[in-house]
């Protein structure tokens, strides 16, 4: 491990003396691309420089030690400071492993967010309401911006399917852990006799990937264009400006209409498109390498029910971990952090078996 440190910290160094190299700096792409670099692995050279100041203070503390004229007291205090930095530098061992452990190249990515009702009928609809809802809330709380670009409402303002792009920093990193079944035990208002149902959504995550990543033959798309629904009033459009996309070889269709225009519309579904067609070519890959899948809490596959929100007790529970908490309106508003914490930590430990 202390070989790879010492290997970073060298590229850092040499990095931090081309940012600074009027030659390069000149070159704006370049220069960019080596700040971008550094700033990779910034976390770690600086864990990296405690450590190292921790076991040198470590050292003189225990030279300290060998001074015969200390007295007992002085002795004790010593020691006491030797023992607060041996922790020191086992908490800081530990965190540069974490900090070396392979990254997720989606991490930083933006994601869509896709949910559909499942089982449940209505019921299951009204809870793909809450959660399309939780979600937003969320992302305000993390400073992230949300816009629904796929949405179709029942009559009651349930939600049988929508699309959301979340933008912001790491947002994959957390919101990857919210794929699978959600499932939702409560008592409909419909339900005179006051009997728990249990319904479900599905939630899917799938990073936003750019045209290098995934290219599309145009050739392989079916392009339809139609008239916008609402519900009355400003919210009909009187153009055709929603937009239906089909693959012809996977046979995925996306719809996008909440754009006036055509243009924007058009482009926002072929951004969903790429995603779509990036998560199929990754289930493709993890079918070949399922220990990479399994290195992650739970498998992510969306028939995997990962939680359960039980309104009659007020608690959320999340299957992979065991996690039970007993805030269920405040997760419901978005203060989702406790169990996404909780889930980051057990994929860390589950890699860090391997490290």
Not at 56 to 66: G, P, R, S, Y
Not at 230 to 237: H, M
Request: glycine content about 8%; hydrophobic content about 35%.
């Amino acid at each position: 491990m202390y070989g790879k440190l010492d290997f970073i910290q060298e590229k850092y160094d040499e990095l931090s003396a081309k940012v600074s190299d009027p030659a390069v700096i000149g070159d704006q792409p370049v220069w960019q691309k080596y700040v971008r670099e550094m700033n990779e692995i910034e976390p770690i050279v600086k864990e990296y420089g405690e450590y190292k100041k921790n076991r040198a203070a470590v050292a003189e503390t225990k030279a300290m030690l060998d001074d015969g004229s200390l007295d007992d007291e002085m002795k004790e205090l010593i020691k006491a400071e030797l023992s607060d930095l041996e922790q020191l530098i086992s908490n800081g061992a530990e965190q540069l492993k974490v900090l070396l452990l392979p990254k997720d190249p989606n991490d930083e990515k933006n994601v869509f967010l896709e949910i559909r009702a499942g089982t449940g009928g209505e019921e299951a609809s009204l809870f793909g309401s809450d959660l399309l809802r939780m979600y937003s809330r969320y992302s305000e709380r993390r400073g992230w911006k949300s816009e629904v670009i796929e949405l179709n409402e029942t009559g009651l303002g349930g939600v049988k399917e929508a699309v959301m792009l979340v933008r912001g920093k790491g947002a994959y990193s957390r919101l990857k852990y919210e794929s699978g079944v959600h499932r939702v035990q409560r008592v409909p208002e419909t339900e005179s006799s006051g009997r728990i149902h249990t319904s479900a959504a599905t939630v899917a995550v799938l990073p936003e990937v750019d045209e290098v990543e995934v290219a599309i033959d145009p050739n392989d798309v079916r392009v339809d264009v139609y008239r916008s629904s609402g519900n009355g009033g400003q919210s009909v459009n009187t153009t055709d400006s929603a937009v239906r996309l089909t693959h012809i070889p996977t046979g995925i269709v996306v719809t996008c209409q909440d754009e006036k225009s055509q243009i924007k519309n058009k482009d926002k579904a072929f951004k969903v498109l790429r995603a779509r067609l990036y998560d199929e070519m990754a289930k493709a890959q993890n079918q070949e390498i399922s220990e990479a899948r399994k290195s992650q809490v739970g498998s992510g596959d969306r028939s995997e029910r990962i939680r359960t929100y039980n309104f009659p007790q007020g608690r959320v529970s999340d299957h992979r971990i065991n996690l039970t908490i007993y805030k269920l309106d405040y997760f419901l508003d978005g203060e989702l952090d406790e169990v996404i914490d909780g889930l980051i930590t057990s994929d860390q430990a589950e890699k860090m078996k391997n490290f």
